[in-house]
């Protein structure tokens, strides 16, 4: 291949160089460079012990907890322990006012007493292999992106179809290094999960939006778990015969405290990330996305929280929708912050200068990336331009933005079905009357008409004219540009706004219901908008995306082979990832220094009646007058710690291991300088947010009183 030719004409640079703690390493290789690495920081296990197909090892405890979150197993009994973040939405399903867990906290005092959750599952991992060869079996070079995808996705199909014939496994094919390597993962999925306890969210969510993302933090956040099996230990639906599971392998737990500089380690399914991305698209972030989306942003959360102050009922109906706008807003904040502090585009650019360099001198006029960077110049503009219309279209009818008319979307299906396929129509129509009531649960008009208001003016003010939806015309002639009285008249007409009128409309579904449905104007506004995204984003942005993504697929080999023998790690992609580094406290903003760890003491200070996310409960407040803390009877209660893993969303719940693989955490989040690791890695900077185990020991012993599960776990003291 012609850049293995290169290889022997390159200079070798070393530009970027990973520091200790950057990657997100792929278990099943850690073999050699990696382990060694983690070795010399002071691992005392080997690569086997992480992962292998021959024997139990740590893999085998660490699960995907439902669809976003990570899990490990604490017991030969099944029982699994992730965050009360991850956990929240099981949490709040089983509770009503009369029986509020949300509030109260929940703990099972054996295991009748355990509650089932209907949709939760989790994920084990059984092996990964490497099939890149399979995947691109058979495919011409002369194909072009686009065609070689569909060609790429029949072929993992196959693979995967094959992978688990007569077995009860799933299978899932990723790429890796931007499609310059395919893994085959192998997955046992467990359907029958059980509530086992939760703190209180006063405990389990203590700072609320306020400390999310930041350091110091003093919020317990954990919730516990039991997987069910059938008696052959395999996966089955819920039954009440089912018994608890019996892993394979489940960690010990370290009660022997941490300090400053030990080794930690982390398993677990970060989301995604974009190392590699060219200056191009930080740029592009920093310049024209992120000042936009958190503008939005800034405009939905002030408008929600202005209905909460003045009704508490608002505030809770409003109290997740607020908490998911808010941790990606404020995720954005602290990534521009971080990415400008540390110069990003600049590091980028020089990068990419020597790059480019070494392409020029190789005297090759026809060099495989002589054409990347020409390209990427050209194409970001266009990029830009659609990824911020897409954007825009995401917050207007997604993400809690115009909820109204986002809702009136989802009885599209219905109607389309309703003329030409009645059976699935008489599905969807159970499904839309289903969603009423969870809709309007937690739904408040008044609020909706004002950030409908609000966003509409937004979208028309920030995008060019091509890509206003008719409506805007409309509302230019027939209310002389007032969108205020738009609103107002199409939510006086609508049957959206009035449930118990779509309810009836529903009840007995006929021809005038269609018809009334089909001409309602909030579901019109709905068609307008989608049909600006069908016809003038969608296609657009896509196209460019993947002509990006043929770019960065070409970019990410030159970097390995400019760089060739330096070990990269691939971006993350939900799948399973070790990441290490150490117990360490770090620099904040000028003249601030932070310490590695906090304690209950710290949570007792930010204690304050007046605001609901930092009310301490009295029994918490009790032990901790005692210093009531059971095997911790010391005079201080370790809460939360820091560490230079790198992490990102989905890391949640992750275990953090000690030197000896023993569990000494939980992660739950990053701190907020460091947030902009999910572009760029600074050491100095970037910390994983840990739950310390100890407090979880101590809650269970002495606030939750459920012994029995400290006496099914491996507690080493
Ligand atoms: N920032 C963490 C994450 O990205 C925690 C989010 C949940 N906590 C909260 N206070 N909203 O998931
Ligand atoms: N809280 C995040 C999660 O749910 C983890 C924090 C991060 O992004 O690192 O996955």
New binding site residues.
């Given amino acids: 291949m012609r850049f293995k030719l290169l290889l022997t004409i390159q200079l070798l640079l070393f530009s970027i160089t990973l520091t200790a703690e950057e990657g997100m390493w792929i278990p099943s290789l850690l073999k050699g460079y990696t382990i060694e690495q983690m070795q010399k920081k002071g691992f005392k296990l080997n690569a086997e012990d992480i992962y292998s197909v021959n024997k139990a090892c740590l893999k085998d405890a660490v699960v995907i907890f439902g669809n976003g979150c990570t899990a490990e197993l604490i017991s030969d009994k099944g029982l699994i322990i992730t965050?009360h973040?991850c956990g929240f939405e099981q949490i709040q399903k089983h509770s009503t006012q009369s029986r509020n867990y949300l509030k109260d906290g929940f703990w099972a005092q054996n295991q009748q007493e355990e509650l089932i959750n209907p949709d939760l599952t989790v994920t084990f991992l059984i092996k990964m292999e490497d099939v890149t060869d399979s995947v691109l079996a058979g495919i011409p070079d002369s194909l072009n992106y686009q065609q070689k995808q569909i060609e790429i996705e029949d072929n993992i199909e196959r693979i995967e179809a094959n992978a688990i014939k007569n077995t009860h496994y799933k299978a899932k094919v990723k790429p890796f290094f931007h499609g310059n390597q395919y893994f085959l993962f192998i997955n046992e999925v467990f359907k029958d999960v059980r509530l086992v306890g939760a703190p209180p969210s006063a405990i389990g969510?203590f700072?609320?939006?306020t400390?999310?993302?930041m350091w110091p933090r003093h919020?317990a956040?954990f919730a516990l778990f039991r997987i069910y099996a059938d008696k052959n230990n395999r996966p089955a639906e819920y039954s009440e015969n089912n018994i608890p599971y019996f892993p394979k392998k489940h960690l010990s737990i370290s009660a022997k405290g941490i300090k400053e500089g030990d080794f930690t380690m982390l398993m677990g399914y970060p989301g995604s990330t974009n190392q590699y991305a060219p200056s191009h698209h930080i740029h592009m972030l920093l310049d024209q996305i992120y000042p936009e989306l958190t503008n939005i942003r800034k405009e939905k959360l002030s408008i929600i929280d202005s209905y909460q102050r003045k009704d508490e009922e608002i505030q809770i109906k409003y109290a997740v929708k607020y908490?998911?706008i808010?941790?990606t807003y404020?995720?954005w904040i602290g990534e521009q912050k971080g990415l400008k502090k540390q110069k990003a585009i600049e590091a980028k650019i020089k990068y990419e200068q020597e790059i480019k360099n070494w392409i020029n001198d190789s005297l090759d006029e026809h060099h495989p990336y002589k054409d990347i960077f020409p390209k990427y110049d050209s194409l970001y503009n266009n990029y830009a331009h659609y990824f911020l219309a897409l954007k825009y279209m995401y917050e207007l009818l997604f993400y809690n933005g115009m909820e109204l008319v986002e809702y009136s979307g989802s009885f599209k299906p219905l109607l389309n079905n309703y003329l030409s396929d009645p059976i699935k129509h008489s599905q969807k129509l159970i499904e839309a009357k289903k969603s009423i009531s969870s809709f309007y649960k937690n739904y408040h008009q008044p609020l909706d008409k004002e950030l409908t208001i609000k966003l509409l003016s937004i979208y028309k003010n920030k995008l060019p004219e091509e890509l206003w939806p008719k409506t805007y015309h409309t509302i230019d002639k027939k209310f002389k540009g007032n969108i205020d009285h738009f609103v107002n008249t199409i939510y006086k007409k609508s049957a959206f706004t009035d449930s118990l009128k779509l309810s009836s409309l529903l009840k007995n579904f006929n021809k005038k219901s269609y018809l009334k449905l089909e001409k309602d104007p909030v579901l019109i506004l709905y068609q307008d908008f989608y049909f600006v995204y069908g016809s003038k984003i969608y296609y657009q942005h896509k196209d460019l995306e993947d002509k990006i993504s043929s770019l960065n697929q070409q970019y990410m080999q030159a970097i390995k082979v400019y760089q060739s023998n330096k070990i990269f790690y691939p971006d993350a992609n939900s799948t399973l990832r070790v990441t290490y580094g150490n117990v360490k406290g770090y620099e904040g903003d000028d003249a601030i220094f932070y310490d590695y760890q906090t304690t209950l003491s710290g949570m007792i200070e930010k204690d304050n009646p007046e605001k609901s996310d930092f009310k301490v409960p009295a029994k918490l407040k009790q032990l901790f007058t005692f210093k009531d803390y059971g095997q911790y009877n010391n005079s201080t209660l370790p809460l939360c710690f820091i560490a230079s893993n790198h992490t990102t969303?989905g890391n949640?719940g992750s275990p953090v291991l000690n030197a000896d693989g023993h569990l000494i955490g939980i992660n739950?989040?990053?701190a907020w300088e460091g947030v902009m690791s999910d572009l760029m890695y600074n050491p100095k900077q970037c910390r994983n947010i840990s739950l310390d185990i100890r407090f979880v020991l101590f809650f269970i012993e002495k606030y939750a009183n459920a012994d029995y599960l400290l006496k099914e776990m491996t507690i080493l003291k």
């Fill in positions: 965050n973040h969510k700072g609320g939006n400390d999310n993302w919020n956040d908490a998911k808010s941790n404020k995720r969303g949640s739950f989040d990053r």
